[in-house]
């Protein structure tokens, strides 16, 4: 297996775009979450989808973040627009049905917004 | 609330010295705790899951103890190596909420030939 897959690996762009990060989680795997990292918060946790269906999105931090989950195998976050304190390491992860619940990790998106 | 500390923050040692990470938390009701390694520019590997029935559990050169009287966590590291140096994330999760996992703030941990 390939693992979770994110792209695009970096992402720089202006302030007032909009960014769209990408994730395949792995195959079989019912649950993906959206990850934020920063230096100065650690981890956070934005929003988890249990097949397909977002089911805790009190992470996301603004109206300018959204998430969707079209199908089992794909997964977007949005933001629009951007502003520079967006920049940060997004990572996506995925876990299926084995024992202690694991989440996989992608290799995240650094995104960094001018 | 629940919070899971690290330390120290930061941490450099030389190749082949043995090293020793602590964990504290006020998770409740506790489930289980991990740990995570992180190379840079990489997302965090699992290392070691322990249930709150499990007290040491190893891999390889990485030995995690789990004292859930205390709620005190440790990742010992022996005999380290260059590749060792990363963040070392301890994770917990509740049992009324196992789909979220809490974070500690990571040790960085420099590996010096």
């Known amino acids: 297996d390939a693992g979770v897959i994110q792209s695009p690996r970096h992402e720089v762009t202006e302030m007032g775009q909009e960014v769209t990060l990408r994730c395949k989680p792995i195959s079989g795997h019912d649950y993906l979450f959206w990850y934020r990292q920063t230096m100065m918060r650690g981890l956070e946790l934005l929003i988890y989808f249990n097949n397909n269906v977002p089911i805790d999105d009190s992470g996301m931090p603004e109206d300018r973040f959204s998430a969707k989950m079209p199908n089992a195998s794909f997964s977007t976050l949005k933001i629009q627009p951007s502003e520079p304190r967006d920049s940060a390491v997004y990572f996506c992860?995925?876990?299926?049905?084995?024992?202690?619940?694991?989440?996989?990790f992608g290799p995240g998106t650094r995104l960094t917004v001018l | 609330k629940n919070q899971v500390e690290q330390s120290p923050q930061s941490l450099i040692i030389l190749e082949g010295k043995n090293c020793t990470l602590q964990?504290?938390?006020?998770?409740?009701?506790?489930?289980?705790l991990r740990w995570y390694k992180q190379d840079t520019g990489r997302g965090p590997v699992s290392l070691t899951i322990m249930t709150f029935s499990e007290n040491t559990k190893s891999n390889g050169r990485y030995t995690a103890t789990l004292d859930a009287d205390t709620k005190q966590s440790s990742l010992h590291i022996t005999a380290s190596q260059l590749s060792d140096s990363a963040s070392y994330i301890c994770?917990?999760?509740?049992?009324?909420?196992?789909?979220?996992?809490?974070f500690g703030s990571g040790t960085r941990l420099l590996v010096r030939p």
């Open positions: 992860a995925s876990r299926g049905q084995g024992p202690y619940n694991e989440q996989f």
């Open positions: 994770v917990v999760s509740a049992l009324d909420s196992s789909y979220k996992l809490i």
């Open positions: 964990c504290n938390y006020t998770v409740s009701p506790f489930s289980n």
